[in-house]
């Protein structure tokens, strides 16, 4: 209780909140951090889509304050994959979160890039006092509550990463591949990154890639079937039921549709591919 | 830190809990209010449904403490519709939420005139620098995360409304139309509000439209086909099965069923008009 | 806010996350206590199932640490059923929660065995001044709101139970069937406790059960169709799309699948009854 703000643990996983892996989790940490103010960002994640977890991680890595993240999407847990606590490496004006503890698949990296990359990071000692490839021990299969709540725990009461593993080269963490992005003249490829509860679905590509590609106001989405759609500065702009090209407010180009699901238009899920194109000037009228 | 105690930042909204969207935003707060306890009281407003939201503010509102109110289902985001803090004109005995914050679109009055109506309302300043009209600005669709969490925030710190935007008059605020209820001899006729969880039914009316409108014990309940119900005083007190119509725990008429839901028996949602009628004695043994 | 840390206020209810009653439940909480954390175990119980309810409380037990829990599963609101807090007779090296709070229905006694057992029971006095059989009342209908809540923060406060109710005989609470395990030699029996999010299928039987059964490496899982399945330290261990016998990370016997349903597999459910036998040697090689 005494000693300077250590600021919050901010909790993700693919847990769901039916169950109460989340609960358990949430009271695993305040054992070991009595006190500690506990913010879920989400546990909404597809089960085991690391990837959909470290996007969500990324989106919302910036608007974080100091503390702990304790993310956990972990389909290989029980095997030899490592656990990991990680430091960021931080310039003096940044004051988002310190550490990150989670399962070493690529579900950190991307928001530790982020917010100015790995400073150290460690791999965890069992709590279990073996190593982790010790799975044949009884409940081993919930790293979450076991062995990252606690870690989140302890970095949060100021433990050092070292106290809690052994030290290892940043450059051997596991990492996703990068999304996918291309640029023609007049067109770009982008992954679907995400598609959210309104339905918004948006792209790997920014507003760069737009520029890049030159693209103009008046748009073909392609997605399988070929849908009109324009360049607007809001979801307001557009007119009911058409389609719009915005910056969503991660900073992405995104596809929107004021008040439906431009993903149920366009029949896309994260992860697949759509072009946009510039319509060729004679085809405005159409 | 220091200081008298601020309360909680009681926080609503249709973002639901797939997302990181409410994580974000409780981030968001906290980056401005280290240490303010947040309590969710529901992220799970149907997409976009303003009165929906409005409703459940409404019935939250007298059990809520001291602190700020943070609500946002704000289809109209990104529009020049305004943003709204509010402060709430309390007499001495009262001990609920002093602020109220979210957007300008009828989602707050009802809950505010429960409370004691509003004392002072401005419309929030955009944080980046302009009015809210100024939506071309990347990100201009998350204010959830750019204006109204840092102003509960703030608020909460104990920043006084007019540091926040320019006063407003408060009956220029956008109000929904109240919802349906009418009464005859023997018949009401109410605005379904709400389904819960549960499946029961709750209606505008009150007891004292069933006063006005003289229901015996024994009554029909009509949405669309006609049911069977009794008046009374609790779930238990209901056969297996049967309809009753109970007083519910916001003091409103509801159509209830044991263990059952009344929504699936009824086929009604929000909105619906329904008519519950005393059965003329001479049926009462049918 | 003066005096010795309080612990955490724990909450459990099938109240869900679409409407706002945990919302209003916690607020509630905070009316009385405020400044006390409160985190959620669940609210994803299936509505009105006790047995559920009681399990998630057992299995979330061990993991608790100081404070309150407040558990409502409560079909029979309204009734003349028994509203209870409980003190937990603890041994001094265990730190885990001193009070429970909720119905008497059988969903507090398996976590307060499991922790020492009942050292205390009331029946709480209802804060409408009556008994709680007074359920003509207006409003009657949400005791985890209106009685439970404050029950829960007045004991986090530090009031002792006799100032709350009248102390009842912890052997009148009332007790859900045990759950079903059975072995013989080569076979066990078990009821399904739960299935979940990842679709594993926990069982009622532990180790010991195993053991009694003298169960080998080969098995056969029968849940109507019979199912080939194989011991294994880990979910890992697994060849794709086979089935697995695992201790679970709640010391449970459970049936999994790598990355998939075992539930699904098995078309099984909470309350289904499969059988676990060896497989005789002689088909092995099958």
């Known amino acids: 209780v005494a000693g300077r703000a250590r600021g919050t643990v901010f909790f993700l996983t693919d847990y769901g909140l039916v169950d109460e892996f989340a609960g358990v989790v949430r009271a695993a940490v305040l054992r070991v951090a009595p006190g500690a103010p506990i913010i879920d960002l989400t546990h ?47 310039t003096t004006e940044t004051e988002g979160p310190q550490h990150f503890v989670g399962p070493d698949n690529g579900l950190l990296p991307w928001a530790v890039d982020a917010l100015g990359g790995v400073e150290c990071a460690v791999a965890l000692t069992s709590p279990r006092g073996g190593t982790l490839d010790d799975a044949s021990a009884p409940g081993a299969t919930f790293d979450g509550r076991d062995l990252f709540a606690p870690v989140a725990g302890r970095l949060w009461q100021g433990s050092s990463l070292t106290e809690l593993g052994a030290e290892i080269d940043p450059g051997s963490l596991v990492r996703l591949a990068d999304p996918r992005v291309s640029t023609t003249s007049g067109a770009l490829a982008a992954e679907v990154l995400w598609v959210d ?24 989405v392609i997605a399988g079937a070929v849908h009109r759609a324009q360049r607007v500065p809001t979801f307001a702009a557009l007119e009911p039921g058409t389609l719009g090209l915005v910056v969503d407010a991660n900073g992405h180009l995104a596809v929107v549709c004021d008040r439906q699901s431009a993903a149920t238009v366009l029949q896309v899920r994260a992860g697949d591919l759509i072009t946009v194109r510039s319509v060729a000037p004679g085809c405005v009228s159409r």
């Open 44 to 90: 909404g994640v597809t089960p085991f889509d690391v990837r959909a977890g470290a996007l969500a991680l990324v989106r919302a890595a910036p608007h974080l304050g100091p503390g702990v993240v304790l993310a956990v999407v972990d389909p290989e847990v029980g095997t030899s994959r490592r656990a990991l606590a990680v430091s960021v490496a931080r």
């Open 197 to 220: 509860r309104f339905g918004n679905v948006q792209l790997a590509a920014r507003p760069a890639d737009a520029d890049a590609a030159v693209l103009g106001m008046e748009l073909e």
